[in-house]
DNA sequence: TCAGTTGTGGAATGGATCGTCCATAATCTA
DNA sequence: TAGATTATGGACGATCCATTCCACAACTGA
């Protein structure tokens, strides 16, 4: 170790990450980053490699930042509540969109859509964080099928991904220009039409109180 | 008129698409656009203005062919098919996807996620395709609903919204990664979790054969 | 046939951008 | 304090790419 370095790396990370976000990684110059940050060029390539492995970093952690926000929504818990802590997390992720005004999008389907076809590391990283998010959801709609919230008979799995779809479809038609409200709605309709147990009915239009977060 | 043009401009914008879809609008060089296309760059801008205006062009025609698929598989009929138009529908977009070997995704989708935030006319017509497509599913909807295979209750509007960002969403989690297989359960769960008319039951997880196109 | 007009295609241009280089600065060890 | 090591940051080189330019070709109307 001779002289350290004067920048925190996280927060560079941050940096580069709004700028990545904002214009995507065809969109953004290593000159932005710089300057975005404070740092030299030189100190940019010392320290990050390239521009590749600095979009894989900044990638990756919010891929890590995607699961974790999941996971804090359903940390798992009394079975009771697993129907609700499912509807939060999807009423979490419509209200994302809904209230992201500058249209920015969510950066790991933005950098999915412009790399993965092309990147394997973004590729694999973005099936990576399905998987997780599938887990996740998986887990609550059990939960709920235990306590009664949800059909028993009903696949775990496929109601699991059919959510995720949905949650990741939110932001794709969101992107797309559907206005907030619109994409609100989606979320609650989506939640009210999961089959509950037997004997117990819902209309598909209406929000269902007892479950709102 | 003098010199006429020596090339087919719906064949050239084809090619165009081609490039445009393979590599998103960053990705592709003019230079690829002539050389795929056999023409010069004077012929090229002569005819299209510039790489924006072209893009355009593409996408334009790429939004308006999205609508005439769909128009193709719900153009109306009776009322009795109106839930077999809808499955149809569904599956075909699940099937485009999960047949998407080379991982394209959709124009659509990648235009907009690439360009919507900064680019009015592609945000525009992002917005308007998605709109039209609203309203053919919405339409198909309520006819199933006078049949008696959708739950009258339901807000039409809101099952659309449901479906289409179902579609969307099918197309970002492919992706993203998801694998076909998957990809067709979850058009498969989406159809099977629209609500019935009353005193007709069904699991959430199956298929149901009387529907599947 | 001839002039006028539009299309063609490839060379040239101008600007933008990635990544390297290097003189200098800051810190550690002895 | 001196030498070694790593960090810094801006100038520079090389490349890439959208667009323009221009000499020439093909066609129309007279």
Redesign the interface.
Known sequence: MARPRAFDERHVLERAREQFW?A?Y??TRMDDIARATGLGKGSLYGAFGDKAKLFHRVFDDWCTAVVEVAEGQMAGGPDAEALTRLSGYVHLMAENTASDT????CL???G???L??HDPAV??R?????TALLTLLRTEISAAQRHGDI?S???PE??A??L??????????G????DPE?LR??A???LA???VREGQKR???GRSPAREN
Chains 1, 2 share one sequence.
């Open positions: 904002a995507g065809a969109g500058e249209r920015r999008g790991l389907a933005k999915a859509a412009e993965a076809q590729a694999g973005s099936a990576e964080t399905m059909d008979a009903a696949d496929r109601l991904a059919l995720l779809t949905v949650v990741r479809g939110i932001e794709a038609v992107k797309a220009g559907l619109t709605n989606i609650d309709t989506a039409v999961l089959p209309l598909a239009a």
